[in-house]
């Protein structure tokens, strides 16, 4: 599984505190409201919106906050002017770096991304210096404790996905970002119950990495989400199942 696919599947069976939710609700809200504002309020026309919002509703987030982001993106008006912009970058070991990011002032972002990168053993550098070693794919994971491992192999494949990976403990259906919210509608409508859906940057390759390195990798990335004007950190960090948990 790759680092990031880890690092998501993490945080999302750990509880969050209330500060922490909040942040989490605070990107959301930024996501549904750009996606309105540029594909429209409809989800079933916009998929980016639909999967804005099938996000919020996996943090449980409240149906009037998912409402009120829709209705600020659609409403027009002047308002404040988002921009999204991705950073590229190293962090310790080598490992590849990819930072979502949605602010209303570049010149506030980009100095304070690269002060964490260098802070925590790493270095931003140019756009494309990394980003041709990610792929753009949709990631549906399932528990394997809890569905029939062979039969979702199967149904998966009969529904267009383009790859499985079978881990020690998770099975990931990969899908194009186009045929995403097919697959994982269709295996929803089967009775599979994803423990994470999205669509995301998955590494082409990865770098193995463990104990001190793993550490300031890990502490890379949690500040890098820490930033208000950061939405997606992508990463291709392989760390031993049992090193993460340990970690976190």
């Keep these: 599984?790759?680092?990031?696919?880890?690092?998501?599947?993490?945080?999302?069976?750990?509880?969050?505190?209330?500060?922490?939710?909040g942040k989490v609700f605070t990107k959301i809200i930024r996501e549904i409201t750009i996606s309105a504002k540029t594909g429209g309020g409809d989800p079933?026309?916009?998929?980016r919106l639909r999967l804005a919002i099938d996000k919020g509703k996996a943090a449980n987030m409240p149906n009037d906050n998912i409402d009120r982001a829709i209705q600020k993106g659609i409403g027009g008006g002047e308002?404040?002017?988002m921009e999204e912009i991705s950073y590229e970058g190293y962090g310790p070991a080598g490992v590849a770096v990819?930072?979502?990011?949605?602010?209303d002032n570049r010149n506030r972002t980009a100095p304070d991304l690269r002060s964490i990168f260098q802070k925590n053993g790493g270095n931003m550098g140019e756009v494309g210096c990394v980003g041709w070693m990610f792929k753009r794919r949709g990631v549906i994971a399932f528990e394997k404790a809890k569905v029939d491992v062979d039969q979702l192999t199967m149904d998966a494949i009969d529904l267009g996905a383009e790859d499985i990976n079978?881990?020690?403990?998770?099975?990931?259906?990969?899908?194009?970002p186009e045929n995403y919210l097919k697959v994982n509608d269709a295996?929803?409508?089967?009775?599979?119950?994803?423990?994470?859906?999205?669509?995301?940057?998955?590494?082409?390759?990865?770098?193995?990495?463990?104990?001190e390195d793993a550490k300031k990798v890990l502490k890379l990335v949690s500040a890098l989400?820490?930033?208000?004007?950061?939405?997606?950190?992508?990463?291709?960090?392989?760390?031993?199942?049992?090193?993460?948990?340990?970690?976190q």
């Design 79 to 81: 308002g404040v002017v």
């Design 1 to 21: 599984m790759s680092g990031h696919s880890k690092w998501s599947t993490i945080k999302h069976k750990k509880a969050k505190t209330d500060s922490a939710r």
């Design 44 to 47: 079933s026309g916009n998929p």
């Design 166 to 176: 079978d881990e020690d403990e998770s099975l990931e259906i990969l899908t194009t």
């Design 225 to 247: 989400e820490e930033n208000d004007d950061v939405q997606n950190v992508y990463a291709n960090f392989d760390i031993p199942d049992d090193v993460l948990e340990q970690l």
């Design 187 to 211: 295996l929803k409508q089967k009775g599979y119950v994803p423990i994470s859906a999205e669509i995301t940057m998955v590494p082409q390759n990865t770098v193995a990495i463990n104990g």
């Design 98 to 103: 990819i930072v979502e990011a949605l602010t």
